[in-house]
């Protein structure tokens, strides 16, 4: 009897919990759910079959599923592209396909689901599905695991370029480390990426010199605007120097940015330039220009890029950049959800986000929104064309991809800051998920209950 007069108000304690959690902040998708998933494993020798299934979220529009694999993928089963005409809101529609891959590679089939609307209004939304039968002949590079030369740990990988230069040092007991840091990006445009993979400078991040063999960290910096570090180190022994930036910005008083694996590691990532063996402490070294690759620390760093452009938008419209620390927690294989968590102030991605400018960015104005307005979004799920939103989820939607855009017309980021861009990620070119112009609407945008309107308004 007294357990149950407990357990009552304790039940309902725990219900209240439960509702009470504020629903996250999360990025806007097509009205057009869709999954792709392989339903075996693949084998050599045998195809593989999978699925698609599409799910309108408004009805009567003219759904149209669409694969476009490579060239040494053959498609066994299923038409290339497939119509369902008036198809009904809330209803899934599936078809199954099955395809060969050569052994050892791992392929990709694109596939694109478009939703036509009798007003002519489109919606598309594409994935890549990976396919490898048996083990994979060339297998993508692994960060190590390192000390960061205190207790904590960072995600190395090895950068490419570099080749140190050494010069008599001008200064007794201390030498110079100089050299530049960059990232691989990746361009992109309303089709996904265009296939411009520029080397851009890794700003402000921060620049260690350690000693190679015991990874005693003998002095600290940071990158300036061009990615460029001169960092003076106080030492007396012959050993062998290494220099690695770090996704972090403790050196650049000011900027509170973090890029991390994930919320219970936390461990942040590092790219690795050249080593030097046997240095002698009277020699300044040019450890040269050291490149993140895509696959290898590109993506940590480019995400580092992307908060930093917001942080410097908001010293533009702030004096001052945020005094609050924004972390992005971002991994290749996350599949956690992309949101921002007001919590700990952190970005979440997926794995698949890295290169996803706009969606970063979008994440980084709900933290603005947070704490330098009034935001009451209930958050959850949304929809661009949904014209019939809450008002305080359209405003805060809609203030989030204005954020990001701003920020990018402001500091003259390309290459069209009215585009919101939503990649799968995948290498190459393409690889949409979605995309779509706030300023000239490819969705159908009326009026304040819509994110979209909401963002070409401010
Ligand atoms: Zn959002």
Same mark, same amino acid.
């Given at each position: ?144 695991? #390192?000390? =960061?030369?205190?207790? /904590?740990?960072?995600? @190395?990988?090895? %950068?490419? !370029? $570099? ?118 402490? #009277?020699? =300044?070294?040019?450890? /040269?220009?050291?490149? @993140?690759?895509? %696959?290898? !620390? $590109? ?160």
């Amino acid at each position: 009897m007294h357990l149950r007069r407990w357990l009552a108000p304790a039940l309902t304690l725990a219900l209240v919990a439960v509702f009470a959690l504020p629903a996250r902040a999360t990025p806007p998708s097509p009205p057009l759910d869709f999954t792709l998933r392989p339903l075996e494993d693949t084998r050599v020798g045998r195809p593989t079959r999978f699925e698609v299934v599409a799910t309108p979220r408004l009805s009567g529009g003219r759904l149209t599923i669409e694969l476009t694999p490579p060239p040494d993928v053959v498609l066994d089963g299923g038409a290339r592209r497939r119509v369902v005409d008036r198809a009904p809101a809330f209803v899934a529609t599936r078809f199954e396909y099955a395809a060969h891959v050569p052994p050892g590679l791992t392929r990709r089939v694109y596939v694109r689901a478009t939703l036509e609307m009798p007003d002519g209004t489109r919606y598309t939304r594409g994935e890549n599905l990976a396919l490898l039968a048996g083990a994979e002949r060339t297998p993508a590079p692994r960060a190590q695991l #390192t000390s =960061d030369g205190t207790s /904590g740990r960072l995600l @190395a990988f090895d %950068g490419e !370029g $570099g080749a140190p230069v050494l010069a008599p040092a001008s200064a007794q007991g201390s030498w110079i480390a100089t050299g530049q840091f960059l990232y691989k990006d990746r361009e992109q445009d309303a089709t996904g990426f265009t296939g411009v993979e520029p080397d851009r400078p890794a700003r402000r991040v921060d620049v260690q010199v350690f000693d190679a063999t015991t990874l005693t960290v003998l002095a600290t910096g940071a990158t300036d605007a061009s990615g460029n570090y001169s960092i003076p180190v106080t030492d007396a022994l012959t050993r062998n120097v290494r220099v690695r930036m770090v996704a972090l910005s403790s050196a650049t008083p000011g900027l509170l940015v973090d890029v991390r694996n994930n919320a219970s590691a936390r461990i942040a990532y590092a790219v690795n330039g050249p080593q030097v063996n046997g240095h002698v402490p #009277t020699a =300044d070294v040019n450890f /040269g220009a050291v490149t @993140a690759a895509a %696959g290898a !620390g $590109g993506e940590a760093f480019n995400v580092f890029d992307v908060l930093l452009n917001g942080c410097d938008f908001f010293f533009l419209l702030e004096g001052a950049r945020p005094n609050l620390r924004v972390t992005a927690y971002w991994e290749p294989l996350s599949v956690d959800g992309t949101y921002f968590l007001s919590s700990d102030n952190s970005v979440r991605l997926r794995g698949t986000e890295g290169y996803d400018d706009t969606v970063i960015g979008h994440e980084q104005g709900h933290f603005v929104a947070n704490h330098w307005s009034k935001d009451q979004s209930p958050g959850g799920t949304h929809y661009i064309g949904d014209n019939h939103q809450d008002l305080r989820l359209s405003w805060s939607e809609g203030f989030a991809t204005w954020y990001a855009a701003s920020a990018r017309r402001a500091l003259g980021v390309g290459p069209r800051p009215d585009l919101y861009i939503d990649t799968d990620g995948s290498p190459g070119v393409g690889n949409l998920s979605f995309s779509y112009s706030f300023e000239t609407p490819n969705v159908a945008a009326n009026g304040g209950a819509c994110e979209v309107a909401v963002t070409a308004c401010l």
